[in-house]
């Protein structure tokens, strides 16, 4: 089934492509109707008395014409630093380690109704070495509505049913005083999905970004929240200030709910 849902979402991307290509083909598509987006990189490293590495990147593509509205997004991220090992004899010692391995991917499509209002169909697969769940994917349908779109303001909403299976990571338990791993088998549940997009340009340089995703079912509540704040310095490149917010209602013992990520990135806009 995990086969399954990353198909989806590739099927997801490939109809956001296809749909450019279906309002070229027709003569549709607009002067606005270009592939336009960004790509981030983020790089830190330390070396003497700490050794530690981070690296994350980001691609984000967007796409609007008269009748589709679409997107595609592509994050990874993945960090090495020292860490403190026991072994069965209670002798610790540090090594230098993988602490951080996520990657993420999605797109959807959009089919408008009028300037406003579109039919959506979305697709998002997780996978986190390092969270509560070690891969999560998502398909959905839904209404989209844009509620304001002006040179400075952007608000989008889009809400519908979906179907997400997911695979928790391992808890711990205590067993005669000893602790012990504790594992699931995968998880699938009908869900509740919710988006929400806002953009404004609080300067002709300077522009804050925000998304709020939420997937809600009996098992588990999946929310996200992704803001940041980018600079310009010229038309291509910009710094961006990035904070994210992943949170899981629901996660075995000795798993924390919430993990966040803050980032400082080089952005090129394509």
């Known amino acids: 089934m995990k086969n399954l849902l990353m198909t989806g979402v590739a099927l997801a991307a490939l109809a956001t492509f296809t749909a450019q290509a279906q309002d070229t083909s027709s003569g549709t598509q607009t002067s606005t109707g270009e592939w336009t987006g960004s790509g981030e990189v983020g790089f830190a490293s330390t070396t003497g008395n700490s050794r530690s590495q981070n690296v994350n990147a980001k691609l984000t593509l967007n796409q609007e014409t008269d009748r589709w509205k679409n997107s595609f997004f592509l994050d990874a991220l993945r960090s090495k630093g020292q860490v403190t090992v026991v072994d069965a004899q209670g002798n610790s010692e540090k090594q230098f380690d993988t602490t951080a391995n996520r990657y ?100 002709d340089n300077t522009a804050f970004d925000e998304t709020f995703l939420m997937e809600s079912g009996t098992k588990n509540t999946y929310l996200q929240n992704d803001a940041g704040l980018a600079v310009s310095m010229t038309k291509k490149f910009a710094i961006k200030i990035g904070f994210q917010v992943r949170h899981n209602s629901n996660v075995l013992p000795g798993i924390r709910r919430t993990d966040t990520l803050t980032t400082t990135n080089l952005v090129y806009n394509l």
Request: no cysteine; charged share 20%.
């Open 104 to 203: 993420d991917f999605g797109a959807s499509a959009g089919y408008k109704l009028d300037p406003r209002s579109y039919i959506v169909t979305a697709g998002r697969y997780d996978h986190d070495d390092f969270a509560a769940y070690r891969w999560q994917g998502t398909v959905s349908i839904g209404y989209g509505y844009m509620a304001l779109k002006t040179d400075r303001t952007q608000l989008s909403f889009e809400i519908g049913p979906g179907y997400t299976e997911y695979q928790p990571a391992t808890g711990t338990q205590t067993v005669n005083g000893v602790e012990v791993p504790l594992k699931e088998p995968r998880q699938s549940q009908v869900v509740a999905r919710g988006l929400v997009n806002y953009k404004y340009r609080i300067t």
